[in-house]
């Protein structure tokens, strides 16, 4: 199975700061997801990160809200851009390994004052 | 769009089963998958079943699939007070784009 690393854990933010977060995989993947999940929901897809090629975003979200870089099969980060409390969430990055199974990493708990 | 509902909320006294339930709309669905989720935890893949599949066991776990019906379930023999917590099901669609489409999540509480 794929381990993935997520990093930060959780964050506090101020209004109209940007977070970064990094998430690294264990081995060559294709394919990188980033959801998020507002609190009490479920999982939303902001964007599938493939590499050597701009992201994919799912309708409602936008590149300059939410930049993502993939710079190689193991890494891909995903920025917040311009908090506000309406993005507090849970970000989770995935991939899939093999047997067509998806990955989670660990989340980032944010919190935008 | 797709579409994937469960139940919110499902409690069980400890050693008894637990049945999630799950429905989908996209016919075109290729996995399924099972999820948990722990307070302040990520997801952990607990299972998942290949659409051409009616049913798969892992040890406690047994997930049954009407394809027909689009309705996914899961199992949970012996419930212990371990296994409370989210639990989402997810479908899988065709094409390149792989991508998942969550359920709202249920939530189990098991009960002394």
């Known amino acids: 199975s794929a381990v993935i690393s997520q990093k930060p854990s959780r964050d506090i933010c101020q209004r109209g700061t940007s977070l970064t977060i990094q998430c690294q995989v264990d081995s060559q993947v294709t394919m990188m997801f980033w959801y998020r999940q507002q609190p009490g929901q479920s999982l939303t897809l902001i964007a599938t990160a493939n590499q050597g090629s701009e992201a994919t975003y799912e309708s409602g979200f936008v590149i300059d809200k939410f930049p993502i870089s993939r710079p190689n099969l193991t890494f891909s980060t995903l920025t917040v851009s311009n908090m506000s409390p309406e993005d507090s969430s849970i970000y989770l990055c995935?991939?899939?390994?093999?047997?067509?199974?998806?990955?989670f990493g660990s989340g980032t708990q944010l919190s935008v004052l | 769009g797709e579409d994937v509902e469960q139940s919110l909320f499902l409690s069980v006294r400890e050693g008894d089963s637990s049945v999630i339930n799950c429905t989908y709309t996209d016919s075109s669905s290729t996995y399924l998958y099972w999820y948990k989720q722990e307070p302040g935890a990520g997801l952990q893949l607990l299972t998942y079943i290949f659409s051409n599949m009616d049913m798969k066991q892992d040890q406690r776990l047994t997930v049954l699939l009407n394809k027909k019906d689009k309705h996914l379930s899961l199992r949970i023999a012996d419930t212990q007070t371990g296994d409370s917590a989210i639990y989402f099901c997810a479908e899988r669609g065709t094409g390149t784009a792989s991508k998942l489409t969550f359920g709202t999540g249920t939530r189990l509480q098991v009960t002394l």
């Open positions: 995935s991939s899939i390994g093999s047997n067509e199974k998806l990955f």
